[in-house]
């Protein structure tokens, strides 16, 4: 994976890939919320600029739409082998 610079913004999310609790480095982050399952709808055929191909769901949330990012499509086979392999 590349090596990236961090400042007072980059943030750390974590994820599960692969049942593996991952943390992924962001650029930067604004709120944390709780979304419920049953809250996810289907991606439309267009969400912005975002290639459908990359996205799991919708959500609605205070009158925001959140995207959300199948990370098995985002992420190379060689990246999540990768990650299994620094697994400790």
Not at 9 to 26: C, F, H, K, P, Q
Not at 41 to 57: F, I, K, L, M, R
Not at 66 to 78: A, S
């Amino acid at each position: 994976m590349e090596e990236m610079t961090y400042d007072e913004a980059s943030r750390i999310i974590i994820v599960y890939v692969d049942d593996m609790e991952v943390g992924l480095v962001v650029d930067s982050a604004n709120d944390v919320i709780d979304i419920q399952e049953e809250t996810i709808e289907e991606a439309p055929e267009v969400v912005g600029s975002v290639t459908v191909d990359y996205v799991e769901g919708v959500v609605k949330h205070d009158e925001r739409l959140f995207i959300l990012l199948d990370l098995q499509k985002v992420l190379t086979t060689e990246e999540v082998e990768e990650l299994k392999s620094m697994e400790g």
